[in-house]
């Protein structure tokens, strides 16, 4: 019996071991700005974990999905022309947060809130605008800290290894619907004072109602169909 407590001790004193699975995601309700939630379930090998300190990373593995013909040519400002991404297809970052995890055993689930921008001069913007279907593949890193009770139940951390990360296919679907809640049919474009200036005497000149307008006259001007 006494070998048994002793082995139980060594486990109680072992660091847990955790694993990161994501199962979903999902426009957020409610927020201020154009956000979804990836649902996240954490592993303890049945350990109790008195609380995470984690942070978490998601960057969008670009090689890991085909293109066809629209989003290629949408994309060559993320990676250049076809011929070069065997060189520039790379894996893009897109956002970072920290977040607290409550008392668990075994396994929880939370939710990571990720901002999104609609900002056509963020990569990560560009890149899932010029994506129109299928699904996008993510890598979520982990790191951070576990505070955890030892045998004689004091307090203990450790840090979370970077070998932690899970992967997750983002429908397009998700984020489309997250832009289309505070956005319908809608896109920012950022131009630099001079330009705008000139837009805007256009506009004026020719009398037109909107900026939608007065960019579909210059378009159809030079020959846009």
């Known amino acids: ?27 957020l309700e409610y927020a201020a700005v154009p956000t ?34 629209r989003a290629t040519q949408r994309l060559v400002e993320v990676f250049g022309t076809a011929e070069r991404w065997g060189e520039t297809l790379r894996t893009l970052p897109w956002t970072r947060s920290t977040m607290v995890v409550p008392p668990f055993t075994a396994s929880t689930t939370v939710h990571i809130p990720i901002t999104c921008s609609y900002d056509l001069e963020v990569t990560a913007s560009r890149y899932l605008y010029a994506v129109e279907d299928g699904e996008v593949p993510l890598e979520i890193l982990f790191s951070g800290t576990i505070f955890y009770s030892n ?13 932690g990360e899970a992967e997750y296919d983002l429908p397009v679907r998700v984020w489309r619907e997250t832009m289309d809640a505070h956005f319908p049919n809608s896109a920012w474009l950022r131009l630099d004072r001079e330009s705008f200036d000139r837009l805007s005497d256009y506009r004026a000149r020719c009398a037109l109602p909107s900026w939608e307008a007065a960019l579909d006259s210059l378009l159809e001007g030079a020959g846009d169909e």
């Open 1 to 27: 019996m006494a070998s048994v407590t002793r082995r139980d001790a060594r486990e109680m004193d072992a660091i847990p071991q955790l694993a990161f699975t994501a199962v979903g995601a999902e426009p």
């Open 151 to 163: 045998a004689d139940g004091l307090l203990q951390t450790a840090r979370i290894p970077w070998t």
């Open 36 to 69: 979804m939630r990836l649902e996240l379930r954490i592993d303890s090998d049945d350990r109790p974990i008195r609380s995470l300190l984690l942070d978490v990373q998601v960057q969008i593995a670009a090689r890991k999905r085909a293109y066809g013909d």
